[in-house]
T-cell receptor
Framework: KQEVTQIPAALSVPEGENLVLNCSFT??????LQWFRQDPGKGLTSLLL?????REQTSGRLNASLDKSSGRSTLYIAASQPGDSATYLC???????????FGAGTILRVKS | SAVISQKPSRDICQRGTSLTIQCQVD?????MFWYRQQPGQSLTLIAT?????????ESGFVIDKFPISRPNLTFSTLTVSNMSPEDSSIYLC??????????FGSGTQLSVL
């Protein structure tokens, strides 16, 4: 059974800091891994999608890496801003059943 | 990318009643997914809805409690039946193919009294 774990559960940093969010998964039989952002009471916004054959993806201040063999992904946020405050979720797309399995998320607060 | 309109955005319902949530997509999609997010928890897949076939439910979810319709390639509904306070959650629909990003509606925040 695929399990997805995110560390830390919560993180509070001052504005301007670079930070790393971690995601690990137990089964490497995945199509891809996706990072999402969720604001309170809202739906999810897709940030980055990494296919299983890729090592990393970048979008603006965000960089996501994937090491499928070790079952790990990181989301790097550069020069954090108060507007980055949200819950960040990672999810893996299982090959078996073509389903998305989510981690519990990291609640990020960037203080101004 | 896909734009998904989901409604209602929130509702407060009485125990024993039912609520139907609608999800409209701006393009034709084969697979639509319904998720539940209980307070303080991550998302759990309820079912996968493909047009022209019965929805496929995940373990712990049954059609009698969460009937789904998928009449065409741009629309789906999820009904939460005979509600109890334990059904208070955010319900989200999403679309996407295996190698593409998954897009989500803005969610329906349901509170059952």
């Amino acid at each position: 059974k695929q399990e997805v774990t995110q560390i830390p559960a919560a993180l509070s940093v001052p504005e301007g800091e670079n930070l790393v969010l971690n995601c690990s998964f137990t089964d490497s039989a995945i199509y891809n891994l996706q990072w999402f952002r969720q604001d309170p009471g809202k739906g999810l916004t897709s940030l980055l999608l990494i296919q299983s054959s890729q090592r990393e993806q970048t979008s603006g201040r965000l960089n996501a890496s994937l090491d499928k063999s070790s079952g790990r992904s990181t989301l790097y946020i550069a020069a954090s801003q108060p507007g980055d405050s949200a819950t960040y979720l990672c999810a893996v797309r299982k090959i078996e059943g073509n389903k998305l399995v989510f981690g519990a998320g990291t609640i990020l607060r960037v203080k101004s | 990318s896909a734009v998904i309109s989901q409604k209602p955005s929130r509702d407060i319902c009485q125990r024993g009643t039912s609520l139907t949530i609608q999800c409209q997509v701006d393009s034709q999609v084969t697979m639509m997914f319904w998720y539940r997010q209980q307070p303080g928890q991550s998302l759990t897949l309820i079912a996968t809805a493909n047009q022209g076939s019965e929805a496929t439910y995940e373990s712990g979810f049954v059609i009698d409690k969460f009937p789904i319709s998928r009449p065409n390639l741009t629309f789906s509904t999820l009904t939460v039946s005979n509600m109890s306070p334990e059904d208070s959650s955010i319900y989200l629909c999403s679309v996407g193919t295996p190698n593409e990003k998954l897009f989500f509606g803005s969610g329906t925040q349901l509170s059952v009294l």
